[in-house]
Structure formats: structure tokens, C-alpha cells
């Protein structure tokens, strides 16, 4: 796959990240632009699903940024131009298909005190009625499960080109010319979702108890 990275977008994330911008700005591409989307994340909601309350919390609490900071409020406007460009391809005419599989300590964890864990919990369980969208939860007692490894991302163009997105607390990492990487990857998640729980009526749950 050639490379997709925008000079504007490397730029706008250069300016706040001392990471290589190359691999987030190709991610974002990805985003617009994948039929097919496998998400995997035991720490925290993934990025194309928070909603700004909780995007906030959980990048200044990770990169130590203050709250009234100017690099976080860019930081929180780039992923939520993100989450919204995403929410809206899924009620687009062609939207992609999505499995995404969260481990049960992410929703259990209050980010950001109440009120934004439960708009959290209600977005999520709000896209999760999407046709297109696969969300499970791998509960406490599966015990260990293939998505504890760390966060990735998989995503496939409809023609069947797939990239795998790392993503780590000090850098990120592509992965586009490998097929058995990505189907291995792939198949994770697909394997993570189908033994989970449904996540609707336990997010629902969840956010009326708070």
C-alpha cells in the first residue's frame, strides 16, 4: 500500500505530539476510507468511540497535560473530528463494517467522574445499535484473552488491502505490507467478539446506575 499520510494532518499533529506524526496521519486516512474496521482495546474506549468529556480525561490523564492546556484542547478537537467523521460514515450510505471488542474494566472505570462515563456508556450503547456494528465486551470471568497483548486496530479497504495500527503511549507503529499480519490480527478480534457479551444491555445497565 502507498503511502497516504496528508502534510496538513502531519502537520496539525506535529505540533502537540512528540511522536512520528506519520502513522496517526495514515490512521486517520484509514478512517475515512476502510470498509472493514477491527478495533481491540483493554484500556480504555477506543478513539472513534469517545465523546469529548471522556477523550478529555483520558489524554490529559496520560499525557500529563493540565486541563486548560492549549495542546490538549487541540488533542481533543482532532479525536473528536475523528468520532464524529466515523459516526457519521455509519449513517452514511455505505458504512463500514465494524467489530470492536472492549475489555469489562473499560467500562467499569468512572473516567471523568458520572456524568461523562454515563454520555460514554449511552454513546456507546447507542452506536452499538448500528447494524453494521460488532461491539462485545469480554466480561472479568473469561479470564485471560488475546486482547490483553495491548491496543491495534486493523483496517481493510473494500478491496481487501488491509493495515494494522499500534498504538502506544510513546509511539505508534503501521503495519500495510504484510496480509498474514492482518489476518491474524483480524481474526482476534472477530474470535474476542464472538466469545464476549453483548454490550448493549449491560452498557445500558451500566450508565443508569451511575
Same mark, same amino acid.
Given at each position: 500500500?502507498?503511502?497516504?499520510?496528508?502534510?496538513?494532518?502531519?502537520?496539525?499533529?506535529?505540533?502537540?505530539?512528540?511522536?512520528?506524526?506519520?502513522?496517526?496521519?495514515?490512521?486517520?486516512?484509514?478512517?475515512?476510507?476502510?470498509?472493514?474496521?477491527?478495533?481491540?482495546?483493554?484500556?480504555?474506549?477506543?478513539?472513534?468511540?469517545?465523546?469529548?468529556?471522556?477523550?478529555?480525561?483520558?489524554?490529559?490523564?496520560?499525557?500529563?497535560?493540565?486541563?486548560?492546556?492549549?495542546?490538549?484542547?487541540?488533542?481533543?478537537? /482532532?479525536?473528536?473530528?475523528?468520532?464524529?467523521?466515523?459516526?457519521?460514515?455509519?449513517?452514511?450510505?455505505?458504512?463500514?463494517?465494524?467489530?470492536?471488542?472492549?475489555?469489562?474494566?473499560? /467500562?467499569?472505570?468512572?473516567?471523568?467522574?458520572?456524568?461523562?462515563?454515563?454520555?460514554?456508556?449511552?454513546?456507546?450503547?447507542?452506536?452499538?445499535?448500528?447494524?453494521?456494528?460488532?461491539?462485545?465486551?469480554?466480561?472479568?470471568?473469561?479470564?485471560?484473552?488475546?486482547?490483553?497483548?495491548?491496543?491495534?486496530?486493523?483496517?481493510?479497504?473494500?478491496?481487501?488491502?488491509?493495515?494494522?495500527?499500534?498504538?502506544?503511549?510513546?509511539?505508534?507503529?503501521?503495519?500495510?505490507?504484510?496480509?498474514?499480519?492482518?489476518?491474524?490480527?483480524?481474526?482476534?478480534?472477530?474470535?474476542?467478539?464472538?466469545?464476549?457479551?453483548?454490550?448493549?444491555?449491560?452498557?445500558?445497565?451500566?450508565?443508569?446506575?451511575?
Amino acid at each position: 500500500m502507498g503511502s497516504v499520510v496528508m502534510a496538513d494532518t502531519a502537520d496539525a499533529t506535529r505540533a502537540h505530539d512528540v511522536r512520528d506524526p506519520a502513522p496517526f496521519a495514515q490512521l486517520m486516512q484509514l478512517e475515512r476510507e476502510a470498509a472493514r474496521i477491527f478495533l481491540n482495546q483493554p484500556l480504555f474506549v477506543p478513539g472513534l468511540l469517545q465523546v469529548p468529556g471522556y477523550a478529555k480525561e483520558m489524554i490529559g490523564r496520560i499525557a500529563g497535560l493540565e486541563p486548560d492546556s492549549a495542546e490538549l484542547a487541540e488533542r481533543v478537537k /482532532i479525536r473528536a473530528g475523528r468520532a464524529e467523521a466515523f459516526h457519521q460514515r455509519l449513517q452514511g450510505p455505505t458504512p463500514p463494517q465494524i467489530w470492536a471488542a472492549i475489555d469489562e474494566g473499560v /467500562i467499569r472505570r468512572t473516567v471523568g467522574g458520572p456524568d461523562v462515563m454515563r454520555e460514554q456508556l449511552t454513546h456507546l450503547a447507542a452506536v452499538a445499535k448500528f447494524d453494521t456494528v460488532h461491539l462485545a465486551v469480554i466480561p472479568f470471568d473469561h479470564g485471560a484473552h488475546a486482547g490483553l497483548g495491548g491496543s491495534f486496530e486493523v483496517h481493510e479497504l473494500a478491496n481487501g488491502d488491509a493495515t494494522v495500527f499500534f498504538e502506544g503511549a510513546h509511539a505508534d507503529d503501521i503495519v500495510g505490507a504484510d496480509p498474514e499480519v492482518a489476518r491474524r490480527y483480524r481474526a482476534a478480534v472477530q474470535r474476542m467478539v464472538e466469545s464476549g457479551v453483548d454490550a448493549r444491555a449491560l452498557l445500558e445497565q451500566l450508565a443508569g446506575a451511575l
